[in-house]
C-alpha cells in the first residue's frame, strides 16, 4: 500500500540543515503522526512521503520555498518595553507569543535586548534554509 492523500501516516524522520547539521530527529521516540494532504505539514515533505510503501526509507531535499519560506526583514521589528506586561523579562533567544490586533497569535524569537525594548524575529526559525530530510515510513492508516 502507498501513502496517498487521506491517509494517516506514522513517519520516523531525521531533520537536518546545512549540508548536515542535525536539527531533531524521532528515531530514539515515537513516529510522527499526520494525515497526509491536510495542509498541516510543509509542501516538500508532503510531496516527499506520498507514494512511499510501509518499511521504506528515502532521504529528500526541500528547497526553502516549498517549507518555511524566504527569510524576511520585514518580520523582524522594534518592540517597546512599555507595551509588554509586567515582569516581562525575556532572554535572547527565546521564544515568545505575541497576538494580533484580532487576537490570533504568532510566535517571535528574542534577537536583542535594548535600552527601550526589544529586537524581534517573527521569522520561522527555518525560514531561507533548504532542508534535509531522512524518512522512513512505519505506518498506513485509511
Known amino acids: 500500500m502507498k501513502a496517498k492523500s487521506g491517509d ?8 537536518k ?10 528515531f530514539d521516540a515515537m513516529p510522527m503522526e499526520f494525515t ?3 495542509g498541516k505539514m510543509i509542501e516538500g515533505f508532503e510531496k516527499g512521503i506520498a507514494g512511499m510503501t510501509i ?5 529528500i ?14 518580520k523582524v521589528f ?14 535572547v533567544g ?12 504568532f510566535m517571535v ?9 526589544f529586537t524581534m524575529d517573527a521569522n520561522h526559525p527555518l525560514a531561507g534554509k533548504d532542508l534535509t530530510f531522512d524518512l522512513e515510513l512505519v505506518g498506513i492508516a485509511t
Open 78 to 91: 522594534e518592540f517597546p518595553k512599555n507595551r509588554c506586561p509586567e515582569g516581562f523579562t525575556p532572554e
Open 55 to 59: 518499511g521504506e526509507k528515502k532521504t
Open 61 to 74: 531535499l526541500i528547497p526553502s520555498d516549498q517549507a518555511y519560506g524566504p527569510r524576511s526583514e520585514s
Open 94 to 105: 527565546q521564544m515568545v507569543q505575541m497576538f494580533w490586533p484580532d487576537g490570533k497569535s
Open 8 to 15: 494517516k501516516l506514522k513517519v520516523h524522520y531525521t531533520l
Open 36 to 38: 497526509l494532504g491536510d
Open 17 to 26: 540543515i546545512n549540508g548536515g547539521e542535525v536539527v531533531e530527529s524521532s
Open 109 to 117: 524569537t528574542v534577537k536583542n535586548l535594548t535600552e527601550n525594548g
